[in-house]
Every structure is written in C-alpha cells, then in structure tokens.
Nanobody, 132 residues
Framework: QVQLVESGGGSVQAGGSLRLSCAAF?????????MGWFRKAPGKEREGVAV???????SYADSVKGRFTISKDKVKNTLYLQMNNLKPEDTAMYYC?????????????????????????WGQGTQITVSS
C-alpha cells in the first residue's frame, strides 16, 4: 500500500519561508514517473506547483518561479518543496503527488502543465496560510 505523508505546513507572514516534506512508503521516488507538488486554494482548481519530469528536470508554475524549489532525497525517499518569499496568494492546501506520466517536459517546449488526473498517488495535504 502506497502512502505519501506530507509535513511542514503552517502559517507564515508574507515574505517568510517554509519547507514541505513528503515521505513515501511503498513507493520509490527514484521512479522515472513524474512526481511533485500541487496546491488547491478555495474556489480554484488544483494546480501543479513544482514537478520532476521523467528526465529529472523540474517544471514550475509561473507564479512560483524563482521562489519555490523542488528537490528530493533518494536515500530518505523524501520529496521537498522549499518555499521562499511567500505571498498571500500562495495560501492553499499543498499536496504531494507521485506515479505521474512518463514524459519529458522539454518535449513540450516549456508549455507542459501537469494535470492532477494524471497522477496516481496523493498525500493527504498540508495547509499553508500566508498573511499579509
């Protein structure tokens, strides 16, 4: 049974930083299938925030480029999301996702947008609240 367990959420003031962790059980983050982080804010659709593609390259939503960094530790089998210079519009429930499609984002010319329905495993989510 696969479990993705997120931690590190919380409340922070604008300009602050947080780091999310996602530990996987029954699944290896050494996999070549896409994996990463999504978020869902109230009244909005779930969106991809930062994702590793099958080449190990990273893709970021335009709104977080330069502020968020995705990384992983294969030994600890843990995925991370470092979030700096947080803004109130980053407030959302953040989800770790794995078992995504097998693809290279570069083949899409930088226009690939990960779709939640293409990912098979999800964590329970962790809330991030950024106050102004």
């Amino acid at each position: 049974q696969v479990q993705l367990v997120e931690s590190g959420g919380g409340s922070v003031q604008a300009g602050g930083s947080l780091r999310l962790s996602c530990a996987a059980f029954g699944y290896s983050f050494s996999s070549s299938y896409c994996m990463g982080w999504f978020r869902k804010a109230p009244g909005k659709e779930r969106e991809g925030v930062a994702v590793f593609d099958s080449d190990g390259s990273t893709s970021y939503a335009d709104s977080v480029k330069g502020r968020f960094t995705i990384s992983k530790d294969k030994v600890k089998n843990t995925l991370y999301l470092q979030m700096n210079n947080l803004k109130p519009e980053d407030t959302a429930m953040y989800y770790c996702a794995a078992d995504g499609p097998f693809l290279s984002a570069g083949a899409y010319g930088g226009n690939w947008r990960p779709r939640p329905e293409d990912f098979g495993y999800w964590g329970q989510g962790t809330q991030i609240t950024v106050s102004s």
